[in-house]
C-alpha cells in the first residue's frame, strides 16, 4: 500500500469507517478490514480534482462532504458531497471565495457547514445542495462543530 503525504483522519462512531485525505481524493477504509489483514485496501476511493482540505461524515454515515483547498482558483472554495455507499458524487456546493478549511453536519444530518478563509461559515441543506445562508466571520474559520444536541445551553 502507498503512503500518502499530507493526510487526516476522521472516525465515525461507532469506529467501523475511517476516512482519509490525501492529495489527490479521499479513501474510505473499513477498520474491520484493517484489524483483519496485514495490509488493509481502502474500500471505497473518491478522485478529488483538488486537495481537499477536510472531510466530515453524515450522522448517519451516508453522505461524506469534502472541503476544497483547490489546486487552482478555479476550484478553491467548493465543498463536494458524495455518497458514501456508491462512491458517487452527489453535489458540489459553491458559494466560498477561498479555501475551504472545516466542514460538519448538523445532529440530524439536515444541515452540513463548510467555513473557510473567506471569514465565512456556509449553511447548506445537506440533502439538495441549496445554500441556505451565510455566517461571517471576522477571522478565517479554522475548525467548527455543532453542539450534539443542537442546543446552546
Given at each position: 500500500?502507498?503512503?500518502?503525504?499530507?493526510?487526516?483522519?476522521?472516525?465515525?462512531?461507532?469506529?467501523?469507517?475511517?476516512?482519509s485525505?490525501?492529495l489527490?481524493?479521499l479513501?474510505?477504509?473499513?477498520?474491520?478490514?484493517i484489524?483483519a489483514?496485514?495490509?488493509?485496501?481502502?474500500?471505497?476511493s473518491?478522485?478529488?480534482?483538488s486537495?481537499?482540505r477536510?472531510?466530515?461524515f453524515s450522522p448517519d454515515?451516508?453522505l461524506l462532504?469534502?472541503?476544497?483547498?483547490?489546486?487552482?482558483?478555479?476550484?478553491?472554495?467548493?465543498?463536494k458531497?458524495?455518497?458514501?455507499?456508491s462512491?458517487?458524487?452527489?453535489?458540489t456546493?459553491?458559494?466560498?471565495t477561498?479555501?475551504?478549511n472545516?466542514?460538519a453536519?448538523?445532529?440530524?444530518?439536515?444541515?452540513l457547514a463548510?467555513?473557510?478563509?473567506d471569514?465565512?461559515?456556509?449553511?447548506?441543506?445537506?440533502q439538495?445542495g441549496?445554500?441556505r445562508?451565510?455566517?461571517?466571520a471576522?477571522?478565517?474559520?479554522?475548525?467548527m462543530?455543532f453542539?450534539?444536541?443542537?442546543?446552546?445551553r
Amino acid at each position: 500500500m502507498k503512503h500518502y503525504a499530507k493526510s487526516q483522519a476522521r472516525f465515525t462512531t461507532p469506529a467501523i469507517i475511517i476516512a482519509s485525505i490525501f492529495l489527490a481524493g479521499l479513501l474510505l477504509w473499513s477498520w474491520s478490514r484493517i484489524v483483519a489483514t496485514q495490509a488493509p485496501q481502502p474500500a471505497i476511493s473518491f478522485t478529488h480534482n483538488s486537495l481537499a482540505r477536510s472531510v466530515a461524515f453524515s450522522p448517519d454515515r451516508a453522505l461524506l462532504a469534502s472541503g476544497s483547498w483547490g489546486a487552482n482558483n478555479s476550484d478553491a472554495g467548493e465543498v463536494k458531497v458524495w455518497d458514501t455507499r456508491s462512491g458517487a458524487l452527489l453535489h458540489t456546493l459553491k458559494g466560498h471565495t477561498s479555501f475551504v478549511n472545516c466542514a460538519a453536519f448538523s445532529p440530524d444530518g439536515r444541515v452540513l457547514a463548510s467555513g473557510g478563509e473567506d471569514k465565512a461559515i456556509k449553511l447548506w441543506n445537506a440533502q439538495t445542495g441549496k445554500l441556505r445562508g451565510t455566517l461571517q466571520a471576522d477571522y478565517r474559520v479554522m475548525s467548527m462543530t455543532f453542539s450534539p444536541d443542537s442546543k446552546t445551553r
